[in-house]
C-alpha cells in the first residue's frame, strides 16, 4: 500500500465534493492505486473498498467490504452496508478482472485450448460479475447531480479493433461487458438522467494482470498503477451524459465497440 501522498491533488471536481466513492476490486492493482488516490484528496469523503479479502488502509476515510463476483449474495450485502450509512454514492468503479490465474489459467493462442470451465470463468468475473455490482449499486448513485458508475473493460475487448485474434475467453467475456454497459446505460438514462455508465480501458499497466505479457511494451506505454489512476480518474471527470454507454481510453478517447 502507498503512502498517503500530499492533499494537493484533487480528484473528480466535476461531482458532488465531499464525494462519496464505492471501489470494487480494491485489492487489485489498478482498484488499490484508485482508493490510495482518493484517499489522499480531502474532498472524498468515504471510500467504500470492497474485495474478496477486505484490505486494511491507513485512512480513516476508507471503508472495506468484502464481496466476491461470483457470490452475488456478498455484492447484495456490501450496497445493503453502503445504503445503511443513508449517503448516495458518486461514483461506483468496478476494478475487478481476470485474465490468468496465476496457474493453469492462461489465455488461449489457438481455439485448440479452448476449455468451457475456462470460458466459464471469464465470463462469470469479467462480465457477469461487474453486471451484478451494477444491479445492487446503480440505484445507490446520487440522483440530483453528475454520478458515474465505471467498469474496467479492456481494448482488447472491442470487436472492431480486433486484429490479432487470440485471447478468446478474455476478449469475449469483455466484448460481453461493453454490451452489458451499453445496455444499462440505456436503463439508467430513464432512471437517474444525470448519471453516467461507462467502460474504462486503462493502458498498460503494471499489474499481477499484465506482468506475463509486458515483453514488447514500450517502457513509456507500460504505466505504473498510480499514473493509471489518476489518468483514469481524469477521464472520469471529463465524462457528461453524451458519455453513457460508451468505452473510453486512458487517454479520453473513445473505442468503438
Ligand atoms: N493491467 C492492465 O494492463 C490492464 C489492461 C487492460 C484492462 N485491464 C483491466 O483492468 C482491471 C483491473 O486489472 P488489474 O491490472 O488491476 O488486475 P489485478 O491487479 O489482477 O486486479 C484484479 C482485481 O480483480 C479482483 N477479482 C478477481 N476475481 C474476483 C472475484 N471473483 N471477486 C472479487 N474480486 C475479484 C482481484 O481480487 P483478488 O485480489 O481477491 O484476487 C483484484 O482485486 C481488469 O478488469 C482488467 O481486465 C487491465
Known amino acids: 500500500m502507498m503512502a498517503l501522498a500530499e492533499d494537493t491533488v484533487q480528484y473528480l471536481r466535476s461531482l458532488e465534493r465531499p464525494a462519496a466513492v464505492a471501489v470494487i476490486g480494491a485489492s487489485g492493482g489498478i482498484g488499490g492505486a484508485i482508493v490510495d488516490a482518493l ?16 484490505i486494511e488502509h491507513p485512512s480513516k476515510q476508507v471503508h472495506p467490504l468484502a464481496l466476491d ?23 461506483v468503479f468496478v476494478a475487478t478482472g481476470m485474465l490468468h490465474d496465476g496457474d493453469s489459467l492462461r489465455p488461449e493462442k489457438t481455439w485448440r485450448t479452448l476449455d468451457p470451465d ?13 453486471a451484478l455490482v451494477a444491479k445492487h449499486f446503480l440505484p445507490l448513485l446520487r440522483r440530483d447531480r453528475k454520478a458515474v ?29 461493453n454490451m452489458m454497459i451499453r445496455t ?12 453516467v455508465c461507462v467502460g474504462l480501458h486503462p493502458g498498460t499497466v503494471d499489474t499481477d494482470l499484465s506482468r506475463p505479457f509486458q515483453r514488447g511494451v514500450a517502457a513509456e506505454r507500460l504505466f505504473p498503477a498510480e499514473q493509471a ?15 453513457s454507454g460508451r468505452l473510453f481510453a486512458w487517454d479520453g478517447s473513445e473505442i468503438p465497440f
Open 39 to 54: 484517499a489522499a484528496d480531502r474532498g472524498i469523503a468515504r471510500i467504500w473498498a470492497a474485495s474478496r479479502r477486505e
Open 184 to 195: 444499462l446505460a440505456i436503463e439508467l438514462a430513464r432512471r437517474n438522467s444525470s448519471a
Open 69 to 91: 463476483l461470483t457470490e452475488e449474495a456478498t455484492i447484495a450485502r456490501a450496497a445493503e452496508q453502503i445504503a445503511a450509512a443513508g449517503e448516495p454514492l458518486d461514483l
Open 149 to 177: 458508475f465505471s467498469a474496467l473493460s479492456a481494448r482488447v475487448g472491442s470487436i472492431g479493433d480486433n486484429q490479432l485474434g487470440g485471447w478468446y475467453g478474455y476478449r469475449a467475456s469483455k466484448a460481453a461487458l
Open 118 to 130: 475456462v470460458l466459464r470463468r471469464s465470463f462469470d468475473v469479467n462480465c457477469i460479475g461487474p
Open 229 to 243: 489512476a489518476h489518468q483514469l480518474l481524469t477521464v472520469i471527470d471529463n465524462l457528461s451524459s453524451q458519455s
